[in-house]
């Protein structure tokens, strides 16, 4: 899990735009980094456990912070302070598509949750299943990572004093796409409704 504490930490630090990129998380984030990190693995034979319950905690509490900080933002976007228009628009590339592509990520991420089901049952009929919904979250997860790399790239070009913060931000979302390419869990919950931890780990419950 110590991976699971550094894409936390990296979106703590990535939302908190005051901050500095050289700071450490402070010692009770990183207590409650770890309570968290024992709840998923706690609940790893759950069909919401392990990274997908970890996915799930991070994507939402990033959406609080990321709705905590948009005040600031958006001042920051229609401020006339910029030295010129196109280090405004800069900004604004730097920042928006990747707010847009996280808050899409996030409402399929809960979508999927209510979306369990196979076919379209009635009175439900014009709902999406379960499959589709699971593409448009990787859509989304896709789209996310991209915004987020491109965010880094004009970082670099133009606010280099960001820059910590933009790899830091990258982290989440590419991990997390990948996640949801490659993931045997996430098949089995979202795409083939056939959760079973002992199909899931079988090598796991042998070793006990």
Not at 136 to 145: D, G, I, R
Not at 163 to 192: C, D, H, K, N, Q
Request: with cysteine.
């Amino acid at each position: 899990m110590c991976v699971a504490l550094v894409m936390t930490a990296s979106l703590a630090l990535a939302q908190d735009g005051g901050g500095d990129a050289s700071t450490p998380p402070r010692t009770p984030a990183c207590g409650g980094l770890l309570i968290v990190c024992l709840i998923c693995n706690g609940l790893r034979k759950q069909p919401i456990g392990g990274w997908l319950l970890f996915f799930y905690i991070q994507v939402i509490v990033g959406g609080v912070m990321t709705a905590a900080f948009a005040p600031g933002i958006a001042e920051n976007l229609v401020s006339p302070d910029w030295e010129s228009g196109w280090l405004k628009g800069m900004f604004a590339l730097s920042v928006v598509p990747a707010l847009l592509a996280q808050a899409a990520a996030t409402a399929a991420a809960i979508a999927a949750l209510f979306a369990r089901r196979p076919v379209r049952n009635p009175p439900f009929h014009f709902l999406p299943t379960s499959a589709q919904v699971l593409k448009a979250l990787q859509w989304s997860l896709a789209a996310w990572a991209a915004t987020s790399v491109l965010s880094l790239i004009v970082d670099w070009m133009y606010f280099q004093d960001q820059l910590g913060l933009s790899v830091f931000a990258s982290i989440a979302p590419i991990a997390w796409f990948l996640y949801f390419r490659s993931s045997r869990r996430v098949e089995m919950v979202f795409e083939t409704l056939n959760w079973d931890y002992a199909r899931f780990a079988p090598e796991k419950l042998r070793r006990k």
